[in-house]
């Protein structure tokens, strides 16, 4: 299976191969597209390329494999603000703010959760995924805000590892939406990154759709919804929340998050970013949550 494909729509079509690449694979530069095609790792239409090909609509990219990502060390940032909203000997519940990125992308960045983290808690330089996400058991995008667990020891990481992935922790979210939403409903439709922009992901209701793109299962609970300015305030929860999960299924059942341009929302001044809040993590039975001024656009 292709570790990244996509297909060549209008913007992109007349784009040489190389500049495409390096433009929409995560982690290959203009120098690694070029070896890997060079290598016969990229493909149009099942047939080896060269680099200087130019694209044309239609025609689906595939690529074998994605280079090595570098890893390296969050760099500590003891002058960032973190506000612990519960704390262990194995883990920590923060409360992370619209605006600040869970870990950083560069090597010599801070402002990140994860400098602030690694700050605070040394231990945790030697935990996690990756060096760059000290500890940090699930990521939430740039612009959604609320409640990040992170491990502190190895142990505890692998063990709260095992029950995100058995669903066994529950994650819920506060949701601004447009239009009304109804509640409660389950929207239980798989999940795929999407070949045509990898900044997003798809939901996925044809079965020849789920198969090509490797679609993954998906659970969003809509359990309340009330009037809101735009729309509805919606609470849902999803404990084994993929990728944009909340916003690609609110989106995919015609109510996308108030400010979610990326997922079909209108662009409005009042909200510059969507406006999703995880609200609450209950882990081992205890609950933690985070507040969020849902009558206003912004914290």
């Known amino acids: ?3 990244f494909e996509l297909e060549i729509g209008e913007a992109d079509a007349g784009e040489r191969l190389d500049v ?24 149009i239409d099942g047939r080896r390329a060269k680099k200087s090909q130019r694209l ?39 409360d992370k703010p619209a605006g600040v990125a869970s870990h950083p992308l560069r090597e010599d960045e801070l402002g990140s959760v994860a ?14 995924y990756r060096k760059r996400e000290p500890g940090i058991l699930h990521r939430l995008d740039t612009h959604t805000s609320g409640v990040l667990l ?31 939403v109804e509640a409660p409903q389950v929207i239980d439709t798989p999940i795929a990154n999407d070949p045509q922009n990898t900044k997003r992901v798809r939901a996925c209701i044809d079965i020849r759709e789920i198969k090509r793109l490797n679609a993954q299962a998906a659970r969003t609970e809509i359990l309340s919804s009330v009037p809101a300015p735009l729309g509805s305030l919606v609470e849902a929860r999803a404990n084994h929340a993929r990728r944009h999960q909340v916003r690609v299924h609110l989106a995919s059942i015609g109510h996308p998050l108030v400010g979610d341009t990326l997922y079909g ?4 001044d009042e909200a510059p970013h969507h406006l999703l809040h995880a609200s609450a993590i209950t882990i081992d039975g205890r609950t933690t949550t985070s507040s969020w001024n849902h009558e206003a656009f912004t914290d």
């Open 20 to 43: 495409l690449l390096a433009r929409h694979a995560e982690g290959v530069s203009r120098a690694s597209a070029k070896t890997l095609i060079s290598e016969g790792l990229v493909r």
């Open 265 to 268: 929302a209108p662009r409005t």
């Open 56 to 94: 044309r609509l239609g025609e689906r990219l595939t690529l074998d494999r994605l280079p090595a990502a570098r890893d390296f060390h969050a760099r500590p940032d003891p002058g960032l603000a973190l506000r612990v909203l519960h704390e262990t000997d194995d883990y920590v519940v923060v």
């Open 150 to 180: 992170a491990a502190r020891t190895s142990e505890s990481f692998a063990r709260l590892r095992e029950l995100l992935r058995a669903g066994a922790i529950e994650k819920r979210y506060l949701a601004r939406c447009v239009g009304k």
């Open 115 to 128: 400098s602030a983290l690694v700050a605070r808690y040394p231990e945790m330089r030697e935990v996690g």
């Open 1 to 3: 299976m292709a570790a």
